[in-house]
Structures are given as structure tokens and as C-alpha cells.
């Protein structure tokens, strides 16, 4: 690398990190003033909100819009080096503005790979203990109100509660059926199941056991029995967000178990999927465009470079959002939702570097 590469990764990155800082302190700010009554009248300790909620917190925003941030940090690096007419010397000593391009990319694809292995595997982890902060101390209690819950636990067993208590872990009117194609072969009915937590099983109560084989039936009771299922309290217990809390692997498995299931919410655990995969190619990418917008110097100076900056990081914002939502609804697949910003943005950025002066 030459001493010129040098100079623009490492003034790139601390203004990167500068641009964290700002934007993650800006935040918390806003954060803490919207959730000041829910600390007060829940009372979390200060090492709980400190420890078990900022400090998970800020990473997890900090990765999150991190594509936005490093346009914004390109943006603003690269316009202070128009203005000052570094940029020109640098072209006019024969540097083509794709040589000047290199450190840039050699910056971002570093971001990108830090930032694709913190919102794979390590921010979840924190964001269990988010989570769980927000569920005790910001959110309402929850409460499982569903009615005649149906779901498929495995590729041929069936079961129902008429309802669940998440408090006593007691589920009440209880059907486990096996199937056979279309034919029923054995059916248990329960008047309660409730889970036992040193066991990691369930214990069926008051259990009635038919059993089909062709014309003949039998029927066996008793007073209880465990028995392991694929079925367990966190299956009841709120979901919002779950998927904040998984790692890329855990929500590839997850999202086998819903499709087993046939269950309701498949497309949010692949827009999150899909959306940590190609996060890294949206900073390489919004970096490229950074660099196109701000690389030569205007007349309106340097503000006007950063505002262009940011009005394009909220249209950036509002397609991925559009796009989301769409995906949401089942119109498009969650895949092509995510990719759709960076295909247009990067069509966007190739027209910005053809029509940019050289």
C-alpha cells in the first residue's frame, strides 16, 4: 500500500468511528428520555440499565444502520477533501479516481467483515439480555391469549390446547393425534399438560389414549405421564423480536421448525436473514456512492455535499423500508426485498462514477 492509501483508510476509519459515536450518543439520548417513566416506575437498577440494556444496545444499533453510517463517514471525509483541493492534486498527479477508490474499498470490505460477524453471532447474544431487560421493565407483562392453539410437531403428529397459562406453564384441554395420510391412528386427549422445568418435560394429566388399527380400537386412561415433545414454554412466551436473539445458524433452524410447523411469520425470520447477508455488500456499496457524490469539489461547499449525503441515506432508508413491508405482505419474496435497494443504489452509483469528471 502506498503512504496515500494509508492516509485515506486510516482518516476513513476514525471517521467512521467519530460518526458511531455521534450518532450512537444522539440515540441514547432519545432513548433514555422516551423510557425515563419505565425506569422510574419499574425501578431496573442503574447496572441493569447501564450494563444489561445500553451497552447491548449500542451495538446492536451501531451494526445496524451501519451501512448508513459509513455512507454518512464517507460523505463527510471525502467532501472535506474536495474542499480542500486534495482530492483535485490527486487526480491531476495521475491517480484515476478508481486507483483512488482502492482505500476506500480496502475500508468498507474491513467494516463489512466486522460487521458481518457481529450481527451473525455475537450482538444476539446480547441481545438476549436486551430482550430480557425489555420484556421485564419496558414492555406490558405478557400474557399467551391465543385460543384453540393448533400446531404440527412433527411430520406426522399433531397437537392442540384449548388454552395456556404462561404463569402456572399449564396447558388445559389437551389432543395429541398421529397420522397416518389421511387417516387418524392414534389420538391422546388430556384435561391439562404442564411443564416441568427440572425434567425439561411435560407431564399429561388425566389422559385418555385411542389407538386405530383398521376396525379395531383400543382405548387406554391414566392419571399422568411425561413425555417429551417438540413443543415447549418459549413456544408460548412472547416473540417479539425473537429473531434479534438468534444467530444466523439458530434462525435457519428456527425457520425449518416453522416451516415443519406450517406456522404464521416465516417471512420476518427471512427478512432477517437475508437482510444480515447482504448488509455487508450495502456498505461497500453506499461507500462507492459516497465517494461519487462527494469526490468533487462544489461551489456550495461541503454542507451541501453532506446534506446530498443525507437525503440520500433517507431515500436509501425508505426503499428498504417500502421494500420490507411489501415482503411482509407476501407480495414479493423476502430475498429480493432486501437485495432491492442495493441492486437500484448500485446502478445508482455505477451512472454517478460515468458522469463524474475524471
Same mark, same amino acid.
Given at each position: 500500500m502506498k503512504i496515500l492509501d494509508w492516509y485515506i483508510l486510516k482518516k476513513f476509519l476514525i471517521t467512521y468511528v467519530f460518526v458511531v459515536a455521534v450518532v450512537m450518543l444522539i440515540i441514547c439520548m432519545i432513548d433514555f428520555t422516551e423510557k425515563i417513566d419505565n425506569f422510574r416506575e419499574r425501578g431496573p437498577t442503574n447496572k441493569e440499565i447501564f450494563f444489561d440494556y445500553y451497552l447491548n444496545m449500542i451495538p446492536y444499533w451501531a451494526n445496524y444502520i451501519s451501512p448508513l453510517l459509513v455512507f454518512i463517514a464517507t460523505v463527510f471525509f471525502t467532501s472535506r477533501l474536495a474542499a480542500r483541493t486534495e /482530492?483535485? $492534486?490527486?487526480? @491531476? @498527479?495521475?491517480? @484515476?479516481?478508481?486507483?483512488?477508490?482502492? *482505500? +476506500?474499498?480496502?475500508? @468498507?470490505? /474491513?467494516? $463489512?467483515?466486522?460487521?458481518? $460477524?457481529?450481527?451473525?453471532? /455475537?450482538? *444476539?447474544?446480547?441481545?438476549?439480555?436486551?430482550? $430480557?431487560?425489555? +420484556?421485564? +421493565?419496558?414492555?406490558d407483562q405478557f400474557y399467551f391469549n391465543q385460543r384453540n392453539f393448533h400446531v404440527k410437531i412433527a411430520p406426522s403428529l399433531y397437537a392442540y390446547l384449548e388454552s395456556y397459562n404462561n404463569s402456572s406453564l399449564t396447558g388445559y384441554k389437551f389432543t395429541l393425534e398421529r397420522m397416518e395420510g389421511n387417516q387418524l391412528k392414534e389420538k391422546l386427549t388430556s384435561d391439562r399438560i404442564v411443564w416441568d422445568p427440572k425434567k425439561k418435560k411435560w407431564t399429561i394429566h388425566d389422559y385418555t389414549t385411542r389407538k386405530i388399527d383398521g376396525l379395531k380400537e383400543s382405548l387406554t386412561t391414566g392419571l399422568q405421564k411425561d413425555t417429551t415433545l417438540n413443543l415447549s414454554p418459549k413456544d408460548f412466551e412472547n416473540d417479539k423480536n425473537q429473531y434479534e436473539a438468534l444467530t444466523l445458524t439458530q434462525i435457519d433452524d428456527y425457520i425449518s421448525l416453522l416451516n415443519l410447523r406450517g406456522a404464521d411469520g416465516v417471512n420476518a425470520y427471512l427478512l432477517e436473514k437475508y437482510a444480515r447477508l447482504t448488509q455487508p455488500f450495502s456498505i461497500i456499496i453506499l461507500t462507492v456512492i459516497g465517494v461519487t457524490v462527494s469526490a468533487r469539489k462544489s461551489r456550495r461547499g461541503t454542507g451541501w455535499q453532506i446534506a446530498m449525503g443525507f437525503v440520500l441515506a433517507f431515500i436509501y432508508i425508505l426503499f428498504f423500508m417500502v421494500a420490507k413491508g411489501i415482503a411482509e405482505s407476501g407480495r414479493i419474496s423476502a430475498m429480493l426485498a432486501v437485495w432491492l435497494p442495493n441492486i437500484v443504489f448500485s446502478f445508482i452509483g455505477l451512472i454517478l462514477y460515468r458522469n463524474m469528471p475524471k
Open positions: /482530492i483535485t $492534486a490527486m487526480l @491531476s @498527479s495521475g491517480i @484515476s479516481l478508481l486507483r483512488l477508490l482502492v *482505500p +476506500y474499498l480496502m475500508g @468498507s470490505t /474491513i467494516l $463489512a467483515i466486522f460487521t458481518f $460477524a457481529m450481527v451473525g453471532w /455475537i450482538i *444476539p447474544r446480547g441481545n438476549k439480555v436486551k430482550l $430480557a431487560f425489555e +420484556y421485564k +421493565y419496558i414492555e
